[in-house]
């Protein structure tokens, strides 16, 4: 063959240049397969190609959304549809791109207009649920999902999604079937236990409600995972065969899962029956973080101290339990020495014989330190700079900071805090005087909280009401008002997006506390001295005031009530907190001007010797440290309110009562007794409910309500 031949012949396998539609195809097989760098660069080849291909601008877009680029996606799939309008995946896939992208009702409409195109779509009929369920639309977003159910049977989300929403409509019932259903087609599914953890609660199902949170952890350890562990274990009641829940409630406690103080009872009725208590690693933990809430306990911890007490007086070996004394002299400093003692005497005989040591500056055995720290805040000895000196085990250390180096911090803080309005009202300077001396709350940790939209937040756990718009830019502009030791104020601040929070107090030692820890978790809170009375000058608005656990120590909680209203934006919120009459008929009143701490350690221990409210009292998480005794019994200043007066005050200002807080199960209860308020906010049937479940408000009234826009 000569050389032309063989030209000739090489020339008739050359391969023809691939089509449009041969690219394409390769690209969707790229794009099945997963490869999305490979199928980006066939479709941007159509397109180069043949500009007007709208199914690989769509393509595109979907990988965009994929990509985790919801503004790309968006621009590209409205290329796509302004090619071609008809195609129903288009606007379906619009719709998840634009809900990435937070514009929520521009995605209900595309997502309404691929089901116009084609309603045989469960995928998006489940998607528009979703959506419309985060808008508060409960009965839509159900409809969507019984007809994605409808249309695909198995289909294990929308059984979720349906189970979801009927929960948060108060149907537990009813959410339970559809999210064990959901489970039946698909067991690995955290959010489907979550909600179902959530649903035996509200039917007070506490054991089977903690078994679904625990599936739930094992398979994905989320935030919301362990609120809601925390949520179902803390009102269990365990003795010894709870073993199981002991590393997971140890976890809680050190990881901070939420307030460690809601399972501080779970705990107690596990430790008190442990064999070896001054090696309980789950007993260190709870008496370093939180005041114990169980009576028995305490007993058990006051025998401890006072034989520790002994010992340390005698000189007794006390190396080997050290670690153990030093968590329970950490918990009685947090509980403000609220124990029962008849040994004072032996320790201020130890105190006295400590400082002399320290004076003489001679060696200090760590035992007698730990025993003094038991019975009195170091911060109160004699130059008590002197131990910061020294060399101490870490457990000794750990005392110091907490009685010592922290309280230091706080007074250098409080110096800072300006005073935003004068003291003037008698009442007032009471209260004050109160707080000064009993900060409250003592607290070593808060509860946690993913940041929300105000708006969003409100509209989901009020899906029934009818909310007006609130606030016009990003964030919200938030008053706590009382903010006493800032837990409250953290917490709110944590909860909402972009809060720019002020937090008001009468006390300045209380402020000081709320100033350190919130300094301690990186927190910007604006902390300053003001008399909620006096703050009708302010020249600021708020988009939500929060006012729980104040104004029933003000002798005219409404007028409080009326000062803080003018400060709030029209369209604004607030979140408020009475004492009930009918929750607190049965605690004594006790009167608590000029009352010193020892006298309520003594009326306190008289009560649990004594009176006949003895259970209603010890049942009380106020009950368990000094402070937050005296504001249960002793208080100097305190009213008490009805629901009928609250709603009189709704009617003469115009707001709408939003809704209670209260847990799952009671409003289930309401739910099921008044189902014509799914809302829950018939005030004349909340006051029957409470009529015949007085405790239900034992805390106090806690609800929100809305400004007229």
């Known amino acids: 063959m000569n050389r032309k031949q063989r030209r000739a012949g090489n020339a008739t396998h050359t391969q023809r240049p691939e089509s449009v539609q041969e690219i394409f195809a390769r690209a969707v097989q790229f794009h099945h397969a ?151 087609i698909y067991p690995n599914q955290p959010e489907v236990l979550n909600n179902l953890a959530l649903a035996l609660l509200a039917q007070d199902d506490r054991r089977g409600a903690l078994g679904a949170a625990m599936r739930s952890l094992a398979l994905e350890e989320t935030a919301q995972t362990k609120r809601i562990f925390v949520a179902c274990a803390k009102d269990v009641r365990f003795e010894s065969d709870a073993e199981i829940l002991r590393p997971l409630l140890l976890r809680a406690l050190m990881e901070n899962w939420d307030r460690p103080a809601d399972l501080a009872r779970v705990c107690a009725d596990l430790v008190k029956h442990t064999s070896d208590m001054a090696n309980d690693a789950l007993l260190m933990a709870l008496l370093r973080l939180t005041p114990n809430l169980d009576m028995e306990l305490e007993r058990m911890l006051t025998a401890s101290r006072r034989d520790f007490l002994r010992d340390t007086m005698t000189d007794g070996r006390l190396a080997d339990a050290l670690h153990f004394y030093s968590a329970l002299a950490q918990q009685c400093f947090i509980n403000e020495y609220v124990f029962g003692a008849d040994e004072t005497a032996w320790a201020g005989q130890l105190r006295d014989r400590l400082v002399a040591a320290l004076d003489a500056d001679m060696p200090t055995p760590p035992h007698w330190l730990v025993a003094v720290a038991a019975y009195f805040p170091l911060r109160t000895l004699a130059s008590p700079g002197r131990l910061l000196k020294r060399s101490w085990p870490s457990e000794i250390e750990s005392i110091l900071t907490q009685q010592i180096r922290e309280p230091e911090e706080e007074e250098r803080l409080r110096a800072a805090i300006p005073r935003l309005t004068q003291i003037n009202d008698a009442g007032s300077r009471l209260v004050q005087a109160q707080y000064e001396n009993n900060p409250y709350p003592r ?169 006949q409210q003895r259970d209603v009292l010890a049942a009380s998480t106020d009950f368990f440290t000094t402070s937050t005794c005296r504001d249960l019994l002793f208080h100097v200043q305190e009213q008490r309110v009805t629901l009928a007066a609250i709603g009189d005050f709704l009617r003469g200002y115009n707001l709408t009562l939003l809704g209670f807080s209260v847990d799952d199960d009671v409003l289930a209860a309401y739910q099921s007794r008044f189902s014509g308020d799914p809302g829950a906010t018939n005030l004349d049937h909340w006051q029957a409910f409470e009529s015949d479940n007085p405790d239900t408000f034992s805390g106090m009234y806690q609800f929100w309500v809305q400004k007229p826009a």
Not at 50 to 79: C, F, N, W
């Open 443 to 611: 607290w070593v940790r808060c509860g946690t909280a993913e940041p929300a939209d105000l708006q969003l937040y409100l509209r989901q756990t009020f899906p029934f009401s009818t909310l007006e718009p609130i606030g016009a830019g990003e964030g919200a502009d938030i008053l706590v008002a009382g903010c006493g030791t800032g837990r409250n104020a953290i917490e709110t601040t944590q909860k909402f997006q972009g809060a720019r929070t002020l937090a008001i107090d009468l006390s300045l030692a209380s402020l000081g506390h709320a100033a350190r820890k919130s300094r301690e978790m990186g927190l910007g809170i604006e902390y300053a001295q003001a008399d909620l009375l006096e703050l009708g000058a302010l020249d600021r608005r708020f988009d939500l005031i929060e006012a729980v656990g104040v104004l029933h120590h003000l002798a005219d909680p409404f007028a409080g009530w009326r000062v803080l209203l003018s400060l709030l934006r029209p369209g604004g919120v607030m979140m408020l907190g009475f004492y009930s009459d009918v929750a607190r008929r049965e605690l004594p009143r006790i009167p608590g001007q000029g009352i010193t701490a020892d006298d309520i350690r003594r009326e306190r221990q008289r009560l649990l010797e004594t009176s």
């Open 34 to 184: 997963g490869r999305l760098r490979d199928a980006e660069q066939s479709y941007r080849q159509v397109l180069a190609a043949q500009p007007g291909h709208a199914d690989s601008l769509h393509r595109l877009g979907v990988i965009a959304y994929q990509a985790e680029q919801p503004a790309s996606a968006v621009e590209l799939i409205r290329k796509a549809i302004t090619l071609n309008a008809v195609a129903a995946s288009y606007h379906a896939h619009l719709g998840l791109a634009l809900a990435a992208l937070g514009s929520r009702d521009e995605a209900v409409v595309a997502s309404r207009a691929a089901l116009r195109l084609d309603p045989n779509q469960p995928d998006t009929q489940n998607n528009l649920g979703v959506l419309l369920e985060q808008q508060g639309e409960l009965d839509q977003a159900e409809d969507c999902y019984r007809k994605a159910i409808a249309l695909a049977p198995d289909f294990p989300n929308a059984h979720g999604n349906l189970g979801a929403v009927l929960r948060t409509a108060g149907k537990p019932v009813e959410a339970i079937a559809c999210l064990r259903r959901a489970l039946e």
